[in-house]
């Protein structure tokens, strides 16, 4: 609340001495999404609920640039959108990015072209069904972080934008929702003070869109915790903002992207654990309990694995689809709205198809139920050698296990697999006749449940992975690896006294595709700069390269300068 006063008259002294160009009234002819009630009679809970399902536009009109292309997305379309709907999506986050677009000095005037472009593709969104979120997103790092230093600028620009708008969105129907702002952060201040910023963010938010009157009057609000952290105290914080604005149209929105070691994948966890699941837990628990428990609808804003920015493979595939799973299903539990972080890495935004069609598959099962899985999807024999039959661990996640299938082939029960309550048991007869020559991939099975999704089980052959000596530079290493069909889990680093060696130095295992990357097809594993520009000069490093088998490959490296060499064994 300090300053509001002077803020308000400082903004309506620079608004009268401007003219916004605000585009067209809005159209306000989109049709309801299909399925639900209109939407001007739901509460904020039945609104959250009514966009449950919902898929992040990401890294389009949220793009650091000169358009929505600048981060390599394809300009939106109708296309796009109507194929989004058609995966069963019922609300669409469009995050966007205003700074390059408005005005740094007063009046803070939003490009009439840009703010354009925003109601097009929002009202596409409308008119396809969707629910549609919109916010201010990464000026939240460019420029609103600086508001510890720079307060009355920051807050001076920060309600201009909001006060265009919601302006140019006053004739939206109540299908659109507004969110403040992604991802709160502010500059060289602790947790509580960050708190206090945010407040006065939320309380200038709340009084500029429900000033602005029309549809905007009783629009449901979105607000973030500080960070859009799920830890107790940030919870703590935005449940009392909210409280006072005493407002029943208002829900709250954290994001999740798993604990962070299995996230990323460093740290040796490259399963997805006890621990991990404990994580998703703990964190939707407390949510709940501090917001839904009291009436207040919550909205995970994103959610995904950190790793992803990487790439999707920093995770192995069996381990991530058992966090999509179980994650869905506990959001479905507590009563959170899920929206998937999707920045053109899961949709493909010109063939309109998943670029990992098993996952979505999970994701969308979860949405309406469990699947089944299995303590892994390897299933590694020996190449050459006559097979042993291999025992899994099943989760059946509360359903019933109905059989295995090869392909289009149902297996026989005792001659092809074994049960043993949830122990699934291949046979060495079934494996000795899906194995052939050489190493990789021979098969890959389906272990079927009475719902869901089926599980795979990829049987690979594989021999013991040899690396060889090499020479390079601090800039790179690449170690050339005869995989012989297997797979790499996590490598680890450490000096001749044991201690930890290169990034992350708290731990001997190094962060996947940051400190080491396999490259399959080249047959090397690549250690970069980010790696060497942690290791001490004149070292010996000795690394351990840990697989999916449970194979393990010691080598060691020496570095004088900036020359690095490599030596096998």
Do not use: C
Request: glycine share 8%; aromatic share 10%; net charge negative.
């Amino acid at each position: 609340m300090r300053r509001k006063s002077f803020r308000l008259l400082a903004l309506a002294v620079a608004l009268a001495a401007a003219a916004f160009a605000i585009p067209a009234a809005f159209a306000a002819t989109a049709d309801p999404p299909e399925d639900t009630a209109d939407a001007a009679q739901l509460s904020a809970a039945e609104t959250v609920a009514a966009m449950q399902p919902g898929w992040n536009l990401g890294n389009s009109l949220d793009a650091v640039g000169e358009d929505e292309t600048a981060w390599g997305n394809p300009r939106i379309t109708p296309e796009l959108l109507d194929n989004v709907r058609a995966q069963g999506f019922n609300s669409i986050r469009i995050p966007v990015t205003w700074s390059a677009h408005q005005d740094e000095a007063a009046p803070y005037t939003i490009d009439a072209d840009y703010l354009a472009r925003v109601q097009e593709v929002v009202n596409l969104a409308l008119e396809d069904g969707f629910y549609v979120l919109i916010n201010i997103h990464h000026d939240s790092w460019q420029w609103v972080n600086t508001m510890p230093t720079q307060h009355d600028a920051v807050m001076a620009r920060y309600d201009a934008a909001w006060t265009q708008i919601a302006d140019a969105f006053v004739d939206a129907p109540p299908e659109l929702v507004f969110e403040n702002i992604n991802e709160p952060q502010f500059a060289d201040v602790d947790e509580a003070a960050g708190d206090d910023l945010l407040h006065e963010l939320n309380v200038s938010f709340h009084e500029i869109v429900r000033g602005s009157g029309g549809g905007n009057a009783d629009r449901l609000l979105v607000i973030p915790t500080l960070h859009t952290s799920s830890e107790q105290d940030r919870l703590d914080a935005t449940a009392e903002s909210i409280a006072s604005l005493n407002d029943p149209m208002i829900a709250a929105t954290v994001h999740y992207y798993g604990y962070w070691p299995f996230s990323v994948n460093v740290a040796g966890y490259t399963t997805f654990d006890d621990e991990v699941r404990a994580d998703i837990e703990a964190a939707f628990d407390r949510v709940k309990a501090t917001f839904i428990d009291n009436d207040v609808p919550v909205i995970l804003g994103e959610w995904g694995l950190l790793g992803f920015d990487r790439h999707t493979g920093v995770i192995e595939q069996g381990e991530k689809l058992k966090f999509f799973e179980y994650l869905g299903h506990y959001a479905n539990k507590t009563g959170i709205t899920t929206m998937l972080w999707d920045n053109g890495q899961h949709f493909d935004r010109e063939s309109y198809t998943w670029k990992d069609p098993e996952l979505f598959a999970h994701i969308e099962s979860a949405w309406e139920g469990r699947s089944g899985t299995a303590a892994s999807d390897l299933v590694y024999v020996p190449a050459g050698e006559t097979p042993a039959a291999e025992t899994i661990a099943l989760n059946p996640n509360g359903l019933e296990f109905t059989g295995l299938w090869n392909g289009e082939t149902q297996l026989a029960e005792g001659t092809d697999y074994t049960v043993d309550g949830d122990r699934l048991t291949l046979t060495a007869a079934l494996l000795g006749g899906l194995v052939g020559e050489g190493t990789g991939e021979q098969a890959v099975l389906e272990a079927r449940f009475s719902s869901g999704v089926p599980w795979k089980l990829h049987v690979i052959a594989s021999s013991a992975p040899v690396a060889q000596d090499a020479a390079g530079t601090v800039t790179e290493l690449s170690v050339p690896v005869a995989f012989n069909g297997d797979q790499l889990a996590t490598m680890e680093a450490v000096y001749p006294d044991g201690t930890a060696a290169g990034p992350q130095n708290w731990t001997s295992y190094k962060e996947f595709a940051v400190a080491f990357e396999p490259d399959y097809e080249a047959g090397q594993i690549v250690l970069p700069e980010a790696f060497f520009a942690e290791v001490n000069d004149n070292s010996t490093v000795n690394l351990t390269f840990h697989f999916w088998s449970g194979a393990t490959v010691e080598y060691t490296l020496t570095r004088a300068g900036t020359t690095v060499t490599g030596t096998a064994g």
